[in-house]
């Protein structure tokens, strides 16, 4: 059974993620009106990503005897003066929900839920993944600059990109 503090918290995680899912959904959008087809699909991907956090953090709560809410959602951003500026957001994204689940993960603690804890870890795994992509990523556009034919080849092989590939790229 989770105590009302941890139920809360896994309820403002909740949250988060759906916000997630909707950011990068924006994020899709506004590549695919602007033709870069490839960055368009790799953000709808990481949309259904994020759903799929969410889900995973509602079937908990609600096999644990909680109850999940599902709340209003803050409207995302839906353009960007470019796609460095919209990888910088993803990455500064990434960063806060990790510092969310390291709060969580606190909580846990503090509680004396070791369930919670453990459920928890997957996250904090996910996190370190999910930052070291989007920290890849921003390498990558960072080098091409303001350069037509590299954002060309950037978004033909943005899929390539895979959490693996980025991992390597920056041991942790
Ligand atoms: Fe669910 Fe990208 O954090």
């Known amino acids: 059974m989770l105590s009302k503090v941890i139920e809360g918290a896994l309820n403002k995680q909740i949250r988060i993620e759906a916000e997630s899912s909707q950011i990068y959904l924006a994020m899709a959008c506004w590549a695919e009106v602007k033709g870069l087809e ?19 953090l509602v079937k908990f709560v609600n096999e644990r005897g909680g109850h999940a809410h599902i709340s209003e959602l803050k409207a995302p951003n839906v353009t960007f003066k470019s796609f460095k500026e919209m990888f910088e957001m993803l990455f500064k994204h990434e960063v806060f929900v990790s510092e969310s689940i390291n709060d969580l993960v606190h909580i846990s603690l503090e509680e004396r839920d070791y369930a ?30 303001d350069d037509k034919g590299g954002l060309y080849l950037f978004d033909r092989d943005i899929d390539k990109i895979t959490i693996t590939t980025a991992a390597s790229e920056n041991p942790m």
């Open 38 to 56: 490839g960055i368009s699909n790799f953000m709808y991907k990481q949309s259904d990503e994020e759903r799929e956090h969410m889900l995973k």
């Open 116 to 145: 919670t804890h453990n459920f928890l870890q997957w996250y904090v795994s996910e996190q370190i993944e999910e930052e070291a992509m989007a920290r890849t990523i921003l390498d990558k556009i960072n080098l091409i600059g």
